[in-house]
């Protein structure tokens, strides 16, 4: 395995412990990261090290100048066009996925220009390769070339996650041949648009389409914003940015009222649907539900990308948290736990059990989730590559593959931003003050991950889908003896009389497995259930909307959170399997999978007695006692761990989390060029009190 | 019941929710809050309303504007002597409780107004009093006057919660009869100080005290940083700002290196202890250890301040959460799901049970905690008076008052803040996008609150003085039979075989002394457990230290912070029968009681398995749908119970959660308002890119 194109680490107090390490950390990072793909993202990051425009301010700028460097930033990124000379003429999957790394690779540091590209370019060009058609390939050139820059407006101020119901309308007047925007309230204004607020020259809108009084539904629109030449918004729209935002301030998030705006007919994204010169409406599919399906279907992208980010940020938050515990010392064991005058007899944080206990499981799931969304954008490329290719996708049972593809990516959403949030407040808290430094990056990492748990599908209504589509399953099974369940992620359920049978036994040895088949019972047990209330429910008169409402709490969001903990789980474990890993790696991957399940189940052990799988103490000493061991076990090589998963300093870019560990260096360093830091403030004079007594001067005791 | 100074309530959308309350939400109101320090609260807050200089800026300004303003505001908000002019001349009590009031009103609208005059006066002024003597009377004076403003030094770069190993040096030097301060290096750097950065004059300072090469331990001492006339620092120090923060950035978080900087003799705070001028250490303590005990006992008030703003916080947190709830609408039962055209048919999202599950346990916290800290600070000032008028405070057994003061805050500061912390969390998610909005102030909230987990003692330290002085009450009762507990907080632990022995009955009445019952077992058996964990440790021969470092996980940990929750719910239930409620009240307040115990003990139902206190599903059953009842019950009324919790609209200052409900058109106005909002940014030339396509002239078609 060829190791060499990664740089060795700086040596520095970190040594102690990585020398306790018994694994090579580069052929770690090689099981977590594919060559090819690192090597993209390596070139990425040592490109923009070195350019002046991406070096990180001082002091942080003015949201209006975070505006600025944001979209000369964008620019700049897009011309340095880091996908590798030979991969447009590759086949999909692959060149998806060099597009998804370069965006990965700039998401992790500047979110801000990632977000920018994937709304102005990436989401816009492929809702035009999707619902678009010839006519619209000009507009399709022209993203490509930064020469317009998109956004796309479907939430409005009253309507996010009901998008279906959003009353922005295009009404068709066929004697100018145009479609009339118009916003019927504040309350139907295009909102929380990225891009819209400042810098857009065309928005891809989502409005109910009319023609002659009758509404066809949601359809898509490319709509001018603002002249290319000016910047200047055209007349008939009130468009402006909503303001500052906990974070993310680089992007310009706008909203637009239309006041009878005009487009030509054929701005009208019009592969699925299309309006005639005359005013009738045409339909390539027959129900307008399907339209606006295959219109949305874009958004699973960004929720991979999403999940792609929330892995990369829980890898920074628990890498400057797990490299702080191994530098930073506190008490020791001298008799009264004081420590001996400051010195290093005081004992690294990271030696106490409750610090392990509070760090390592994210450790875990970096790493567990690391390989999971790797195999997760395999299995999409490939469904989304058959669902494009295939002609009659339905009848091919490619209904099937997209229908569970969505339900796992419902899940794992919600499981990777949630965990992320977890994570990096966690490790805020696990560095003491000093995580509360803005250098420490902690908090900017905070708000980074903080709109994902709501955007792009709250995860609240995301994980809806995924329960729904488990129920359909557990339907099919009980009425066809069968699941339609091509990825076979919940094929086990129809073992499920022997499934539920199972009892826990404390002689059982507890690896990976084993754990597994706990989530397995886990995952039954909770579809049951979920299905005997919604039965409940019904029986006693509630509709189905009412009934699903009421199922949530502790039935049906349990079990979707639960189903993705599983599947990231089997994936990992599945992968490291598959790709030929050195055996000598395979004792610290285990330990990391059976920490991942092992502390994921210790959130979910009262199901267990819930369903009688078991009773009194064994269960809960065995998972406890477990993850304690794991702690003990993981300790030696868990700053190893973190090298292998952490992306180089300047992308981690903390204060607290430097590869050297040179921590109180870089916090001196940090202090001392604090930009006017040492200097008296220009406003002294304003706050000096008449007769203030000088203690320096002796004579006035 | 007067509540005519209460102000009624704007009409608006809220009228729906607040017409369904069957109680007078004013009477409510002075129930939680006693109506003459209300008052001092309203006024308060209406005088800063119409101070400019407090009026929230619309652009975040720069950090070092913000500690312009703040340094401003803490001058005027001295001015102001919100204090009512008779509380001079109150007993101890009762003027120390009309001074916590203001500072309380201050801390919630302006926590950096609230932190600076906290550091800068309070902790000062009180240190002087506790361990200074007439020669400092003048500073004290001085102090009063706004002519110094002082820091609290004791946090190191490397020295956080091992505060007694903090190492800078105090060395006196006979021949000159003054103290040569002295920090060896910059790990031991004085840190993180607030009000050190840019504005205080002096700071107290502890450090290591030296006569003869012998060290004393921690003293403190007065230490001239700044020149009062002209705020430059004096020769022989290098002081300066530690830079940007994740908030908080009014206040000038600062470091120091003292070079062999000399002050006085006198400036050592000797009450306690003294050095002669020929250089004789003389103690009127025996020990030094209690000698810092006094020093730090000061910091209790600190944590006192904390666990009130963290109340303060969540309230108004919940009440821009709830409001939202009851006034955003998404989704309706009309078949499909999806709402009917967007009108008002959707539901308000608080009407589905996964929403009401995620938010109502957060405002019973909010309640139950704010009658908790009422109890909690009658019984501190209490203590405090009995120790500071006692001559001979061990001998009458207040020592054991103390500490149980102590170990009480020791779990309800990480309580309350890390409740805090989880509400705001909840909250900022539950209004979905534009909780994301900084004027939505959840994530100034967020960032507020963040600190208080981890300064005056971080929460997880902190902790661990709860569950000690637990276990020393348990080896005293099996050793002695007795408990040492003056407030009677764990005098049950006496009846420790009768409580064990109970079993779960499925058909029990779950009411709140149900639920206390529950408690008691709870923490009856983790002291037991922990105990017995502690001999095996010992057994194995592990040390006390690390003992003690490996039973804090799964045992510790959780009775402390069960305990916490067991008092806050006990002074709750105990104080609204005390103080005569109307009997009107006594539902509602019942069930956010019930609402409180239950969904804290739905996260501890495992040991209730583990230690056979149950088995199989009934408990579980018990406590789940219970909540979920109490959803139901609380449903109709927890929009006026919020009412009664929140402070005025200036105060809570969220564009989310204002109290007339008109969310759409404050938005609106946030929208329009937002200076430079519309118009085209002053950097637009910059990214303009060539032979851009004007897409609204159709003829480029």
Same mark, same amino acid.
């Given at each position: 395995?060829?190791?060499?194109?990664?740089?060795?680490?700086?040596?520095?107090?970190?040594?102690?412990?990585?020398?306790?390490?018994? +694994?090579?950390?580069?052929?770690?990072?090689?099981? +977590?990261?594919?060559?090819?793909?690192?090597?993209?993202?390596?070139?990425?990051?040592?490109?923009?090290?070195?350019?002046?425009?991406?070096?990180?301010?001082?002091?942080?700028? @003015?949201?209006?100048?975070?505006?600025?460097?944001?979209?000369?930033?964008?620019?700049?990124?897009?011309?340095?066009?880091?996908?590798?000379?030979?991969?447009?003429?590759?086949?999909?999957?692959?060149?998806?996925?060099?597009?998804?790394?370069?965006?990965?690779?700039?998401?992790?540091?500047?979110?801000?220009? *990632?977000?920018?590209?994937?709304?102005?370019?990436?989401?816009?060009?492929?809702?035009?390769?999707?619902?678009?058609?010839?006519?619209?390939?000009?507009?399709?050139?022209? =993203?490509?070339?930064?020469?317009?820059?998109?956004?796309?407006?479907?939430?409005? !101020?009253?309507?996010?996650?009901?998008?279906?119901?959003?009353?922005?309308?295009?009404?068709?007047?066929?004697?100018?041949?145009?479609?009339?925007? /118009?916003?019927?309230?504040?309350?139907?204004?295009?909102?929380?648009?990225?891009?819209?607020?400042?810098?857009?020259?065309?928005?891809?809108?989502?409005?109910?389409?009319?023609?002659?009084?009758?509404?066809?539904?949601?359809?898509?629109?490319?709509?001018?914003?603002?002249?290319?030449?000016?910047?200047?918004?055209?007349?008939?729209?009130?468009?402006?940015?909503?303001?500052?935002?906990?974070? %993310?301030?680089?992007?310009?998030?706008?909203?637009?009222?239309?006041?009878?705006?005009?487009?030509?007919?054929?701005?009208?994204?019009?592969?699925?649907?299309?309006?005639?010169?005359?005013?009738?409406?045409?339909? *390539?599919?027959?129900?307008?539900?399907?339209?606006?399906?295959?219109?949305?279907?874009?958004?699973?992208?960004?929720?991979?990308?999403?999940?792609?980010?929330?892995?990369?940020?829980?890898?920074?938050?628990?890498?400057?948290?797990?490299?702080?515990?191994?530098?930073?010392?506190?008490?020791?064991?001298?008799?009264?736990?004081?420590?001996?005058?400051?010195?290093?007899?005081?004992?690294?944080?990271?030696?106490?059990?409750? /610090?392990?206990?509070?760090?390592?499981?994210?450790?875990?799931?970096?790493?567990?989730?690391?390989?999971?969304?790797?195999?997760?954008?395999?299995?999409?490329?490939?469904?989304?590559?058959?669902?494009?290719?295939? @002609?009659?996708?339905?009848?091919?049972?490619?209904?099937?593959?997209?229908?569970?593809?969505?339900?796992?990516?419902? =899940?794992?959403?919600?499981? $990777?931003?949630?965990?992320?949030?977890? =994570?990096?407040?966690?490790?805020?808290?696990?560095?003491?003050?000093?995580?509360?430094?803005?250098?420490?990056?902690?908090?900017?990492?905070?708000?980074?991950?903080?709109?994902?748990? &709501?955007?792009?599908?709250?995860?609240?209504?995301?994980?809806?889908? @995924?329960?729904?589509?488990?129920?359909?399953?557990?339907?099919?099974?009980?009425?066809?003896?069968?699941?339609?369940?091509?990825?076979?992620?919940? &094929?086990?359920?129809?073992?499920?009389? !022997?499934?539920? #049978?199972?009892? $826990?036994?404390?002689?059982?040895?507890?690896?990976?497995?084993?754990?597994?088949?706990?989530?397995?019972?886990?995952? &039954?047990?909770?579809?049951?259930?979920?299905?005997?209330?919604?039965?409940?429910?019904?029986?006693?008169?509630?509709?189905? $909307?009412?009934?699903?409402?009421?199922?949530?709490?502790?039935?049906?969001?349990?079990?979707?959170?639960?189903?993705?903990?599983?599947?990231?789980?089997?994936?990992?474990?599945?992968?490291?399997?598959?790709?030929?890993?050195?055996?000598?790696?395979?004792?610290?991957?285990?330990?990391?999978?059976?920490?991942?399940?092992?502390?994921?189940?210790?959130?979910?052990?009262?199901?267990?007695?819930?369903?009688?799988?078991? #009773?009194?103490?064994?269960?809960?000493?065995?998972?406890?006692?477990?993850?304690?061991?794991?702690?003990?076990?993981?300790?030696?090589?868990?700053?190893?761990?973190?090298?292998?998963?952490?992306?180089?300093?300047?992308?981690?870019?903390?204060? %607290?989390?430097?590869?050297?560990?040179?921590?109180?260096?870089?916090?001196?360093?940090?202090?001392?060029?604090?930009?006017?830091?040492?200097?008296?403030?220009?406003?002294?004079?304003?706050?000096?009190?008449?007769?203030?007594?000088?203690?320096?001067?002796?004579?006035?005791?």
């Amino acid at each position: 395995m060829d190791t060499s194109f990664i740089e060795d680490l700086p040596r520095g107090p970190l040594d102690h412990y990585r020398s306790q390490a018994n +694994f090579d950390w580069k052929k770690l990072k090689l099981v +977590f990261e594919e060559p090819d793909f690192l090597k993209v993202k390596l070139n990425v990051w040592r490109t923009l090290e070195k350019d002046p425009l991406f070096q990180r301010p001082a002091i942080t700028p @003015t949201t209006d100048e975070q505006k600025r460097i944001t979209a000369l930033q964008f620019h700049q990124y897009c011309k340095y066009n880091f996908l590798p000379p030979d991969a447009q003429n590759l086949p999909y999957k692959r060149k998806t996925k060099y597009m998804m790394t370069v965006n990965e690779a700039i998401a992790v540091c500047f979110p801000d220009v *990632s977000v920018k590209y994937a709304i102005g370019v990436s989401l816009f060009t492929n809702t035009l390769q999707t619902l678009g058609t010839e006519r619209h390939q000009h507009m399709f050139q022209a =993203a490509w070339n930064r020469q317009i820059l998109s956004c796309l407006a479907l939430t409005e !101020v009253a309507h996010g996650s009901n998008t279906k119901q959003v009353r922005t309308t295009a009404t068709y007047d066929k004697n100018t041949q145009e479609f009339v925007i /118009h916003t019927p309230d504040f309350e139907a204004a295009k909102c929380w648009v990225g891009n819209l607020g400042k810098t857009c020259t065309v928005a891809l809108l989502f409005a109910q389409l009319y023609t002659d009084g009758q509404c066809h539904g949601l359809h898509a629109f490319v709509v001018p914003i603002r002249n290319p030449k000016t910047l200047l918004p055209y007349p008939g729209i009130v468009v402006g940015d909503i303001g500052e935002k906990v974070g %993310l301030n680089g992007i310009d998030n706008g909203f637009v009222i239309f006041n009878n705006y005009r487009i030509p007919r054929e701005y009208l994204l019009n592969r699925t649907a299309d309006v005639t010169p005359e005013g009738d409406y045409e339909s *390539s599919f027959s129900e307008p539900g399907k339209i606006l399906g295959a219109a949305l279907e874009n958004l699973s992208t960004g929720r991979m990308g999403i999940c792609q980010e929330s892995v990369n940020n829980l890898i920074c938050a628990v890498t400057i948290s797990i490299r702080y515990a191994a530098v930073r010392r506190q008490f020791s064991d001298n008799g009264n736990g004081n420590g001996n005058g400051g010195d290093n007899h005081e004992l690294p944080i990271i030696e106490y059990q409750l /610090h392990q206990w509070r760090l390592f499981p994210y450790v875990a799931s970096a790493a567990v989730f690391k390989m999971f969304i790797t195999c997760l954008t395999d299995d999409y490329l490939t469904a989304v590559e058959k669902t494009t290719t295939s @002609t009659s996708a339905r009848l091919n049972g490619l209904g099937d593959l997209v229908a569970e593809i969505h339900a796992i990516i419902s =899940a794992t959403k919600p499981l $990777f931003t949630w965990s992320c949030r977890d =994570a990096i407040q966690e490790s805020r808290e696990a560095c003491g003050g000093h995580g509360y430094l803005k250098s420490a990056r902690l908090g900017d990492l905070r708000n980074i991950n903080d709109p994902c748990v &709501t955007y792009e599908g709250d995860n609240n209504v995301l994980i809806q889908q @995924t329960s729904n589509w488990l129920l359909r399953q557990w339907l099919t099974l009980k009425q066809e003896g069968k699941v339609n369940s091509p990825l076979n992620t919940c &094929t086990f359920l129809k073992e499920y009389r !022997v499934i539920l #049978s199972r009892k $826990f036994s404390a002689n059982v040895t507890v690896n990976v497995d084993y754990i597994l088949s706990l989530y397995e019972w886990l995952i &039954t047990y909770l579809i049951c259930e979920t299905d005997k209330k919604q039965q409940k429910l019904l029986d006693e008169g509630q509709s189905k $909307f009412a009934a699903r409402n009421n199922f949530q709490v502790y039935r049906a969001g349990p079990l979707s959170r639960i189903y993705g903990e599983y599947l990231a789980l089997r994936h990992y474990w599945k992968r490291i399997h598959d790709v030929n890993t050195d055996q000598n790696l395979m004792p610290v991957l285990e330990n990391l999978a059976s920490m991942y399940g092992l502390s994921s189940l210790d959130k979910h052990l009262i199901y267990f007695y819930q369903g009688n799988f078991a #009773s009194g103490p064994d269960l809960i000493t065995c998972i406890k006692e477990g993850i304690l061991k794991l702690c003990c076990a993981l300790k030696p090589h868990i700053v190893s761990i973190v090298d292998a998963l952490a992306p180089p300093d300047f992308v981690v870019n903390s204060v %607290l989390g430097k590869a050297d560990g040179k921590l109180y260096q870089h916090l001196q360093t940090e202090f001392f060029q604090n930009p006017g830091g040492m200097s008296r403030p220009s406003w002294w004079h304003e706050i000096i009190i008449e007769g203030a007594p000088d203690f320096k001067c002796k004579s006035k005791l």
